[in-house]
C-alpha cells in the first residue's frame, strides 16, 4: 500500500471513530480522551529519552488518573490538577534523581496534553465540541492551501520550513469563515468576544504544530510514534487541536 493510501486509510478510520466519540459522548468520551492522553504522554516520554531526560511515564500516568477520576467523579479539573501539582513537587523534593529540568517538563506534560485535551469533556452534549475540531483541522487546511497557493514568506523556516506568513493568514480567515456559518447552521451569535475567540484559536493552533516542531527537532526525531500508519503519533495528528480544546473550552465559559 503506498504512503498516500495508508493516510487516507487512517484518516478515514480516525475520522469515522472520532464521530462517533463525539456523538456517543458521555463515559465513552471521557475514557477516549484518557487513551488518548496516555499515549500521548508515551509519546512525549519516549522522545525526550532520545536527548537523556528520563521521566517516570508510570508517574505520568498516575497523575491523569488523578486527573481523569476528577473528572469522572467531580466534573472538574480544578482539584485534580491541584493534586497532580503537589505530587510534582513532592517527587521534585524526595527524589534526588529529578532534576530541575524535569520538574518543569512534568508540568508541563501534563499541562499541555491531559489538563488541555480533557477541556473536551466539558463541551459534552453542545454543538460546540465540533467547533474544536472545525478551527483545528479549518485553520490546518486553509493554511495548507493558501500557502501552497501564494505563499512566499516563510513563517518561522528553522522550525517549519514548508509554512509560510500568507498560509497563516489564511488558515486564520478560513477558521474565521468556516465559525461564521458553524454559528449559522447552529444559530449561535457571533460577537466580537466570539470573533476574538476564534483567532486566538487559530493562532494557538498553529504555534501548537510549530511547538510540536520543535520538540521533534530539539530531540531529532521525524515522528513520534508509528502508532497512526501514513501520520506518525498522536501528537503529530493532535499537537495543533491540543491548544484549541482548551481555548474553547475555558472561553466559552466567560462568552457563550
Known sequence: MSEFMKRLATA????ALLGLILYGGGIYLKLALLVLSSCMLWELQACLE???IHLN???LLGLNGVLFLDLLFFKDLRLGFLLSCLAILFK???DDQVSLQDLGLYFFAITYIPFFLYQLAFLDGSPWIYLVWVLSFGTDTFAYLVGMAIGKHKLIPRLSPHKSV???IGGILGASLLAYLFC??????????????VIFASVASQFGDLLAS???RKTGIKDYSHILP??????????????VVAIVSIVLGYIA
Open 184 to 197: 449559522l447552521y447552529f444559530h449561535k451569535p457571533y460577537s466580537l468576544a466570539f470573533a476574538s475567540m
Open 166 to 168: 500568507e498560509g497563516a
Open 92 to 94: 521534585f523534593v524526595l
Open 214 to 216: 520543535k520538540i521533534k
Open 50 to 52: 532520545k536527548v537523556d
Open 230 to 243: 501514513g501520520h506518525g503519533g498522536f501528537l503529530d495528528r493532535f499537537d495543533s487541536t491540543l491548544p
Open 57 to 59: 511515564f508510570f508517574f
Open 12 to 15: 478515514v478510520v480516525g475520522l
